[in-house]
């Protein structure tokens, strides 16, 4: 057995479909008298039943939240939360809402708890975003991790099939990385092979009956889907994960393109250059998509297209030229990676992801 540290993160997690109902006692099991309630602006109707289940509890709605972050939300969202006198906030939305709901926390102390409607994972981790001029830091803070994840499948009953596709494959992404993270353990290795079977599973029956987004079937896949998000996303809070983060951060920072479908597209080719030196880890990529005769990455690639995702970098406007810079931004800083960064491989597989090819 290899040598390994496990360390918890004390969270609380409910799991329920219909669990919308029970904010109000989960915000007093955490003490927090009014909360400010966070959401996108087409989420709005969806925060405002937030409040209404909160009733007195809820200290106002800021419905600001956009993607990665950017400090100047981040300052309205905390002046908002100290003009109301708010003592916790609810983030109801995706990885973009849970984000803002970090930066106010990062700042404040205050408890999250957060409601997650997508599978990005991010209620799962202590990591953080905040986007300034353009340019995106990370950190990682115990004070950002949300107090309590309230998942509730029914919220996602909504979310069009192309997000849940690209969604659900951002969070596999965490996993498949998870699975040759240095620092992984029994317990992370068999929480990414059960989130991944479940996203596998779930997946082609929410893409395949989009207009049966009610059908027992489609309840069925939504709740294995979430339950697979929460997996991968603690997965992505406990174990480092490697070049295909990397590049996707740089791709989304540099080139401003959006998060979920540059993981999707991506993911194959960075397993691909992983391939060599994390074979277990591919084996078991594959097992769990239920690929028998194809590679690890073969699975992920095959997934994504036989969903109707996108494959390829040019489909969401990036450019040839920028290539090269991309290469030489990812080779910028040096992190933990099964096979070491080599400027000709890294070169090669962002060709290949940009023009969408299998991987061999
Ligand atoms: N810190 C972390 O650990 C971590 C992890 C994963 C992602 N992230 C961050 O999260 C962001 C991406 O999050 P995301 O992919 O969830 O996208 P998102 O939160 O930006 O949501 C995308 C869109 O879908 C809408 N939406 C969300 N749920 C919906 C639902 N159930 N029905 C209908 N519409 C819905 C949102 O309002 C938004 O308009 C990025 O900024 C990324 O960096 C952070």
């Known amino acids: 057995m290899r040598p390994f540290i496990y360390q918890t993160h004390p969270q609380r997690v409910v799991f329920r479909a219909g669990g919308l109902a029970s904010l109000g006692d989960e915000?007093?099991?955490?003490?927090?008298?009014?909360?400010?309630?966070?959401?996108?602006?087409?989420?709005?109707?969806?925060?405002?039943?937030?409040?209404?289940?909160?009733?007195?509890?809820?200290?106002?709605?800021?419905?600001?939240?956009?993607?990665?972050?950017?400090?100047?939300?981040?300052?309205?969202?905390?002046?908002?939360?100290?003009?109301?006198?708010?003592?916790?906030?609810?983030?109801?939305?995706?990885?973009?809402?849970?984000?803002?709901g970090k930066a106010i926390a990062l700042e404040s102390d205050l408890p999250i708890l957060a409601v997650p409607t997508t599978y990005a994972g991010s209620e799962?981790?202590?990591?953080?975003?905040?986007?300034?001029?353009?340019?995106?830091?990370?950190?990682?803070d115990a004070r950002v991790l949300p107090r309590t994840v309230l998942y509730d499948p029914d919220l996602t009953l909504g979310l069009p099939v192309p997000v849940s596709v690209t969604s659900g494959i951002n969070a596999i992404a965490h996993a498949a990385e998870?699975?040759?993270?240095?620092?992984?353990?029994?317990?992370?290795?068999?929480?990414?092979?059960?989130?991944?079977?479940?996203?596998?599973?779930?997946?082609?029956?929410?893409?395949?009956?989009?207009?049966?987004?009610?059908?027992?079937?489609?309840?069925?896949?939504?709740?294995?889907?979430?339950?697979?998000?929460?997996?991968?996303?603690?997965?992505?809070?406990?174990?480092?994960?490697?070049?295909?983060?990397?590049?996707?951060?740089t791709l989304g920072g540099s080139y401003n393109l959006p998060h979920a479908e540059v993981h999707t597209i991506v993911?194959?080719?960075?397993?691909?250059?992983?391939?060599?030196?994390?074979p277990e880890a591919m084996a078991a990529i594959a097992a769990a998509l239920g690929r028998a005769g194809a590679s690890?990455?073969?699975?992920?690639?095959?997934?994504?297209?036989?969903?109707g995702a996108p494959v390829a970098l040019r489909e969401l406007g990036m450019r040839e030229q920028d290539l090269d810079r991309a290469c030489e931004l990812a080779l910028q800083a040096q992190y933990p990676n099964p096979r070491p960064l080599a400027a000709a491989g890294i070169r090669a597989l962002l060709d290949d992801a940009f023009h969408g090819r299998r991987p061999g």
């Not at 981790?125 to 995106?136: F, M, N, R, S, W």
């Not at 993911?267 to 030196?277: D, G």
């Not at 690890?296 to 969903?307: E, H, N, R, T, W």
Request: charged residues 15%.
């Open 27 to 100: 915000a007093a099991a955490l003490g927090a008298r009014k909360l400010l309630v966070l959401c996108t602006a087409p989420q709005r109707d969806l925060a405002e039943r937030a409040a209404a289940v909160l009733g007195a509890r809820c200290a106002g709605i800021f419905d600001g939240a956009v993607m990665h972050v950017p400090v100047e939300q981040a300052r309205l969202a905390r002046a908002c939360a100290a003009e109301l006198g708010a003592d916790g906030v609810v983030a109801i939305g995706g990885g973009s809402t849970i984000g803002l």
């Open 124 to 140: 799962m981790t202590p990591i953080y975003g905040l986007t300034d001029g353009g340019l995106k830091r990370t950190g990682r």
């Open 178 to 249: 998870g699975l040759y993270g240095a620092d992984r353990t029994p317990v992370s290795d068999w929480m990414c092979r059960e989130g991944i079977a479940a996203l596998g599973r779930a997946l082609p029956v929410i893409a395949t009956l989009p207009g049966e987004p009610d059908s027992a079937a489609v309840r069925t896949a939504r709740g294995d889907a979430l339950y697979g998000a929460w997996l991968c996303g603690a997965v992505l809070g406990s174990v480092s994960v490697g070049l295909h983060h990397k590049l996707c951060h």
């Open 267 to 278: 993911l194959p080719h960075a397993l691909a250059y992983n391939a060599p030196a994390a």
């Open 296 to 307: 690890g990455p073969q699975a992920v690639f095959d997934l994504a297209a036989s969903l």
